[in-house]
């Protein structure tokens, strides 16, 4: 959905290509889920809202420089390093808080707040 090239236009801070081609694909997954799938449903290409488009576009490069800054690209790897608390004979290690803080399911906030300028979060009926 997003090219390595578009990917770093839109200023993302990943350089390595191969590093860059995991993270896109575990960021369009979620996104793609957030979304119910409308770029699955629809092309990308030929969307006539191109803000929308921009968006997200923009909530995928935010996802992914997000994913490599925490080392976990998925909702289930982020669960994993998600500890607050660890207790080793008599020693506590307690953080304030988590990246898991600063997402929800897995999406950083931040790339959420990309998609909700897109009406693509909504999942309820049109009122005629």
Known sequence: MLSF???????????????????ERD???LLNTATQMFYI???IDEDPDQW???MFKLALVAQIDYTNDVGASTEYDMAQKAVKSVSIDGTTVTT????KDSSTKGIYNVALDYLYQTDLLFGGVDVC
């Open 52 to 54: 929308r488009v921009k």
């Open 41 to 43: 449903r629809n092309n």
């Open 5 to 23: 090239s578009e990917y770093q236009e839109l200023g993302g801070q990943v350089r390595d290509e191969e590093v860059y081609i995991k993270l």
């Open 27 to 29: 960021a369009t997954k």
């Open 96 to 99: 304030e808080g988590t990246f």
